[in-house]
Antibody, heavy 121, light 108 residues
Framework: EVQLVESGGGLVKPGGSLRLSCAASGFTFTNAWMNWVRQAPGKGLEWVGRIEGKADGGTADYAAPVKGRFTISRDDSKKTVFLQMNSLKTEDTAVYYCTTIITGRTWVDYWGQGTLVTVSS | EIVLTQSPGTLSLSPGERATLSCRAS???????LAWYRQKPGQAPRLLIY???SRATGIADRFSGSGSGTDFTLTISRLEPEDFAVYYCQQFGSSPWTFGQGTKVEIK
């Protein structure tokens, strides 16, 4: 069974930092592209960024609002992807989801339960 | 950055009716790398359609996607109770990937 379990959310002051983790199981993690998607309260989905699988180079890419402040990394030995968030702003308040798509004859997506990040003084 | 504009913002329909949702891109979506998601209240989204017209694993055949270039459509042939939700399109052909703002399908 595929599982993605996020952790690390919480309350942080503007300008602060937080690191989210997403522990994966049930699929071949090493080559999976892993994404972070966020959803502010009552708002739509916003793609935050992704990291490629090892076979594709492991490069990370980011949405404009977080570029230079957020960093995605992965530890394939622990089947975990991380989202390091620095210089947090109030507008970063959201539920953060870890997600992946398993491709093959057809595609299927998996999402974590989400972790709430609240940036407030 | 490709901006995706979904219309209408809200669609009011009855169970059994046909729903047609639109997603328009500000520039051509490379390789028709366009996906559709459904998000039920309080749940994470779920992938319905990828490559504009391919159904994801386990998705009912009442869902179909069409379109290419800058204009894409999601059609739900007969609305079931669980289809009253919010739908998002996403492009993953050009960096950065982007989502549309969503279309809410509500019970009339």
């Amino acid at each position: 069974e595929v599982q993605l379990v996020e952790s690390g959310g919480g309350l942080v002051k503007p300008g602060g930092s937080l690191r989210l983790s997403c522990a994966a199981s049930g699929f071949t993690f090493t080559n999976a592209w892993m994404n972070w998607v966020r959803q502010a309260p009552g708002k739509g989905l916003e793609w935050v960024g992704r990291i490629e699988g090892k076979a594709d180079g492991g490069t990370a890419d980011y949405a404009a609002p977080v570029k230079g402040r957020f960093t995605i990394s992965r530890d394939d030995s622990k089947k975990t992807v991380f989202l390091q968030m620095n210089s947090l702003k109030t507008e970063d308040t959201a539920v953060y989801y870890c997600t992946t798509i398993i491709t093959g004859r057809t595609w299927v997506d998996y999402w974590g339960q989400g972790t709430l990040v609240t940036v407030s003084s | 950055e490709i901006v995706l504009t979904q219309s209408p913002g809200t669609l009011s329909l009855s169970p059994g009716e046909r729903a047609t949702l639109s997603c328009r891109a500000s520039q051509s979506v490379s390789g028709n790398y366009l996906a559709w998601y459904r998000q039920k209240p309080g749940q994470a989204p779920r992938l319905l359609i990828y490559y504009a017209s391919s159904r994801a694993t386990g998705i009912a055949d009442r869902f179909s996607g069409s379109g290419s270039g800058t204009d894409f459509t999601l059609t739900i042939s007969r609305l079931e109770p669980e289809d009253f939700a919010v739908y998002y399109c996403q492009q993953f052909g050009s960096s950065p990937w982007t989502f549309g703002q969503g279309t809410k399908v509500e019970i009339k």
